[in-house]
Each structure stands twice: as structure tokens, then as C-alpha cells.
């Protein structure tokens, strides 16, 4: 891990959180930068429910978003970020207002394009996965 | 168009409009459930941007999921609902806090099973495009 890059500095609090986590209500619950692994926890608001009460999918997506991002940012050095370029969500259960558990991996990380895994749970029970590819670029100076 | 299925009455007024909707700012501006198209207006806020100030990518994918929900939702029967199975996204420009048009369709529509399509635009420049498969299914008495 390198400690200046932006997403530790997030987690130290030299950096304030970006709002889109904060609409996500984000905890970060393990971090493992060598490994490539991360745990999460979100909160699904009711202000996410789809006509059938369900939380609706697209803010699943974005959590899931929020879980692999974060995987992978863990590894970057100071002055690297990296785009998601493309993100695949499987819904395998209805998602409830409440917490979610989210977990994120780097399934590859090349030298500039990467691969990435995640799933979210409720009350134990897998309610969505995905995977991700990004791409690690030079943040302007 | 069924005008008792779900969509429609929301559209009309006579159900309140799905508070993830609520949240994304959706406007819709043109439905043809004949056709199987719609065009949505959504508001990108400020809460869903990332650590670089552009829109995190899971807010275009909730936009991307409620411009093609929208569009196969327009086509159900009274008693039918929709839920999204999987939900591919590729992020193709960044995107800013502003406006952003969504243009759905339905590719097919079978007796259950049903493949959709859809765009996000910002200022004239497609940011994000989406496939999705979605299942009809009969909503529970």
C-alpha cells in the first residue's frame, strides 16, 4: 500500500469521503491491499425502492460499483486511478431496505488493465455479483 | 398499452412514482410502448460523484436500469412485473453533475424472457451504453 495514494487518505481522513459513497452510507470493514481483497458495508435506504418495495437495481450496481472500486484503489500508487471501463451485475435475490455486505476482489491486476470481482449479501445470503474491468491511469497533476 | 398495468398509472398520476426514481430525478419524455422505445430525463447530482468529481458509474448504471425498466414496464399487463437479472454497462466518457437523457428499447420481448438496450447521453455525447435481461413475471395478488 502506498499511504499517499488518494485512497488511503481517504480512509486516514486527509480526505473527505466522496459524496457518492456517503449516498451509500460506505464503512470500510477489512482492507487487505496485498491480497487485493476488501469488505464493505452499505446501507440500502429506502429512498432506493423500486415499485415492488425491492431495493431497485441500479443502486446495487452502484454499490457493487463501490466494492470493487475500492479493492482495487487500495493497490494503486500516489497519482494513479483507475476508471471502471465496463460493469457486469448479476440480481440473484431481492434486496431489502437495510444493511448489505459487501465483498471485492482484483481478480488481475495488469500494468495498466484490470480485473475485478464482487458480491453483495444480505442476512448472509448472496443477493447480487459482478465483475468489472478497469483501467489504471496517471490523474492529472 | 394496458392503462391498469402498473407503469401507466404511474405515468398518470394514480400511483406515487418508485422512491429510486425519486432519487434519480426521472422525467419521462417520450413513451412508445408500441414500439418499445422510451426517452427519460434524469439530473446527475452532486451527491453521486466520485473522488475525481465525476459521476460515480453505479448512478449511470441506476440511470441506465430505470431507462430500460421503464421502456419494457410501458409494454406489461396489468398483474405483470419485470425484474432485472443482469445488467451489463460499459462507461464510455465521464460524466458531470447536470442533466442527462436516457434512450431505451426493448430488442425482444418473448413470453417470458426479454432483452433490453439502452444509452445515456450528456450534452449531445453518448457517456454510457447497457444491455439488460429482464423476466415477466405475475406480481403476487
Redesign the interface.
Known amino acids: 500500500m502506498d499511504k499517499d495514494a ?1 485512497f488511503w487518505k ?1 480512509v486516514h481522513g486527509e ?1 473527505p469521503p ?6 451509500l452510507s460506505i464503512k470500510f470493514t477489512a482492507i487487505d491491499s496485498d491480497a487485493g481483497t476488501i469488505e464493505v458495508e452499505f446501507f440500502a435506504r ?7 418495495g425491492n ?5 446495487l ?6 466494492t470493487m ?1 475500492p479493492a482495487l484503489a487500495a493497490t494503486l500508487a500516489a497519482g494513479q ?1 483507475a ?9 440473484e435475490r ?1 434486496a431489502k431496505v437495510g444493511p448489505v455486505l459487501g465483498k471485492g476482489r482484483v481478480l488481475k491486476k495488469g500494468k495498466d488493465v484490470c480485473y475485478l470481482a464482487g458480491e453483495l449479501y444480505q442476512e448472509g445470503q448472496r443477493i447480487a455479483s459482478a465483475t468489472a474491468t478497469a483501467l489504471i491511469k496517471a ?1 492529472a497533476p
Do not use: C, K, W, Y
Not at 18 to 23: D, G, H, Y
Not at 55 to 59: D, E, N, R
Open positions: 488518494f481517504i480526505l466522496p459524496r457518492a459513497a456517503e449516498v429506502p429512498e432506493f425502492t423500486n415499485p415492488a431495493i431497485q437495481g441500479g443502486f450496481a452502484a454499490m457493487l460499483d463501490d472500486g486511478f476508471p471502471t471501463l465496463n460493469l457486469n451485475v448479476s440480481f431481492a490523474a
